[in-house]
């Protein structure tokens, strides 16, 4: 029992450790957060795809993409609850496989997924591509590949929890600048109830 504690405490101390050595990382070169980002989510679609891009659904591809097609149903009814939404273009932010793009391809003349991460595209491409589907890979800084004003709608689903502030700002402006005036965001994030409200933490 004694081993196990000791390698529990071991482990704790590790983590500390290497938080406070990435927090004066990302201080001295912002840079290293995309970076970090990208290296992490490559590494997560190589090997445990399906588990990073929809925790509750991952037991097998059936069941992934079948919660996919019903939560875009879902997203879709709540984005109309707001008002009319149009059909032509539209816009995925961290698209990840695909599992919500592609059904968006039903709904949409046509479907931009845009990710940071090569090889969850390289996936999406292979597993959930349609005719009408571009995927598009995001590069720190990058403009989203739409021209102003041309999206009825903007996805960004359980993304901002991943990301900085200066990430999020950026989509939200992004997002702004590619949607038509009565064009729609939908985005979730989590807002804590209780207590302090911290700063996110620099990653």
């Not at 070169?29 to 891009?53: F, L």
Request: hydrophobic share 35%.
């Amino acid at each position: 029992m004694a081993t196990t504690d000791g390698q529990g405490l071991g482990d704790r101390m590790k983590t500390r450790v290497k938080r406070a050595i990435e927090s004066v990382v990302y201080r001295i070169d912002p840079a290293y957060v995309s970076y970090r980002a990208r290296r992490d989510w490559n590494h997560a679609a190589r090997h445990m795809p399906r588990e990073v891009t929809s925790t509750f659904d991952a037991q097998d591809w059936e069941t992934y993409w079948e919660s996919g097609r019903r939560q875009v149903r879902d997203l879709l009814d709540l984005a109309r609850s707001a008002g009319p939404l149009g059909s032509g273009l539209a816009v995925e932010i961290g698209c990840g496989l695909g599992r919500l793009t592609r059904p968006l391809a039903g709904h949409f003349e046509r479907v931009v997924g845009a990710d940071i991460a090569d090889e969850m595209l390289k996936i999406a491409r292979r597993d959930a591509a349609t005719p009408n589907i571009t995927y598009e890979l995001l590069k720190p800084g990058e403009r989203l590949p739409v021209d102003d004003g041309a999206a009825d709608f903007v996805l960004a689903w359980t993304v901002f929890r991943h990301v900085p502030r200066s990430t999020f700002e950026n989509y939200l402006d992004e997002a702004r600048r590619v949607l038509q005036p009565d064009g729609s965001l939908l985005f979730e994030a989590q807002v804590r109830e209780r207590g302090p409200r911290p700063e996110p933490p620099p990653y």
